[in-house]
């Protein structure tokens, strides 16, 4: 293993696509001054498998009950310093029970959940910004193969 490979953080992310009509439930953050959305989600643990850890995070951040279903994208988000990589495995799920809240005090940076319009999505400050791929997905009715896309890093 490489000097820079053994400094380098590593992280799996595991999210969900929930739809409500032409709704998508997303999660806002704020960290430095930035207000951003992101879909719900968070950090695979050891043990876990990447439904598990879907489940589970959805429950802690939005208070609902998902069944998790089949991927739909992966997207790498790598520093240019190469001090921090995120692999994101993104889900379609499925609402089990439950009304979607800002369920978790664990976390400062999220400070929101919301049910976003479709037509709105476009506008907002969204990481990684996989939106085009979503809303391909979303027009195909989530029938499209899964893709990878490769390193989506902004700063």
């Known amino acids: 293993m ?29 960290k ?3 207000v ?11 043990g876990e498998t990447l439904a598990q850890a879907t489940e589970r ?15 739909l994208l992966v997207a790498e988000s790598l520093e240019p310093s190469r001090a921090r990589q995120i692999i994101n495995m993104v889900f379609l799920a499925e609402l089990v029970a439950g009304e979607a809240h800002l369920a978790t005090k664990n976390d400062a940076r999220l400070v ?12 907002l400050t969204f990481y990684p910004d996989f939106r085009d791929q979503l809303l391909t997905q979303w027009e195909h009715d989530f029938a499209l193969n899964a893709v990878s896309l490769g390193n989506l890093w902004k700063a």
């Open 2 to 30: 490489s000097e820079r490979a053994a400094k380098t953080k590593f992280r799996v992310r595991c999210a969900a696509v929930l739809i409500r009509g032409d709704e998508i439930l997303l999660v806002k953050h704020e």
């Open 57 to 71: 995070e959805l429950h802690e951040e939005c208070g609902v009950t998902i069944r998790c279903g089949r991927l």
């Open 36 to 46: 951003y959305w992101l879909l719900p989600g968070g950090g695979l643990e050891p």
């Open 112 to 123: 929101g959940v919301a049910w976003v319009k479709r037509d709105a999505l476009q506008s």
């Open 32 to 34: 430095d001054g930035r």
